[in-house]
């Protein structure tokens, strides 16, 4: 997939997805004791679990998300606009002018020529940092005045991105500051992560075996029959699971704690 806030993973620096979810389908098996009795999953059954450890990650993990960078084009006339579905949210947008119409760089001024020349070309013999504090003043009350900062809203849900004023000029690039999802190829070669949502997985498979075994509690046979642990299975896989929620709390898989929080 591509376009705004997608990130290309290098293939040759991580392990593939399919062999990660390979791996922890082979571990739940000998874990509930493949290979010597029958385990009565199915591939569908490993690869739900796989499927909402993640999901249970992302929703109660810090560091399921990452801030990155992407471009996005604006479009003459047109205000609203689809982001990829990996984007949580939006910080801010930047503009490459200082505000105004401009689609490129900022145009000549004579206080930035003047700055340049002074403080950058003979660095060191003249000048002092006043002088730069009043330049960044002057583009940050440029950029306040001419339409150099873009207000938007975005809805996390639908990925809607509008822009709350018309874009008379032609194309122009902008750049967004967002935070978005890793993948799921970066969350599982994470080697912090990857204990969680392989444990997490296993238990889950537990409490499916458990539902499964607990239907037939007894199996008739010919010396009084034979008692399945559904009943057990069940238990367990829920009590790992609410132990595995709790370790996220606790930041074991390298998730930045909370800051001092009043109210």
Request: proline content about 4%; some cysteine; charged content about 25%.
């Amino acid at each position: 997939m591509t376009g705004p806030g997608h990130i290309e993973v290098p293939a040759d620096n991580m392990t593939p997805t399919y062999d990660i979810r390979n791996d922890i389908i082979e571990y739940i098996k000998l874990r509930l004791g493949g290979q010597m009795i029958e385990v009565e999953l199915d591939k569908e059954h490993y690869d739900m679990a796989i499927k909402q450890a993640l999901v249970r990650y992302r929703q109660r993990a810090e560091h399921s998300v990452e801030e990155s960078y992407a471009f996005l084009d604006l479009v003459k006339d047109t205000q609203e606009y689809i982001l990829p579905k990996e984007i949580m949210s939006v910080r801010q947008i930047f503009r490459r002018g200082l505000g105004g119409l401009t689609t490129g760089a900022s145009q000549f001024e004579p206080f930035s020529s003047g700055f340049l020349n002074t403080y950058m070309l003979v660095a060191g013999r003249v000048g002092g940092l006043t002088n730069y504090e009043l330049f960044v003043d002057y583009q940050k009350l440029t950029m306040t005045m001419f339409g150099g900062y873009i207000t938007f809203t975005f809805n996390e849900a639908t990925k809607k991105l509008i822009i709350e004023r018309r874009m008379p000029g032609e194309v122009e690039s902008v750049l967004l500051w967002v935070y978005n999802h890793k993948p799921d190829q970066v969350l599982l070669n994470d080697t912090k992560i990857f204990p969680w949502i392989q444990d997490y997985s296993l238990a889950m498979c537990k409490h499916m075996l458990g539902e499964a075994r607990e239907k037939f509690a007894t199996i008739a046979g010919p010396q009084g029959g034979t008692t399945l642990n559904g009943t057990a299975l069940k238990t367990e896989g829920k009590a790992e699971m609410e132990q595995l929620m709790t370790d996220l709390g606790l930041y074991v898989d390298g998730s930045t704690p909370l800051t001092f929080i009043i109210g």
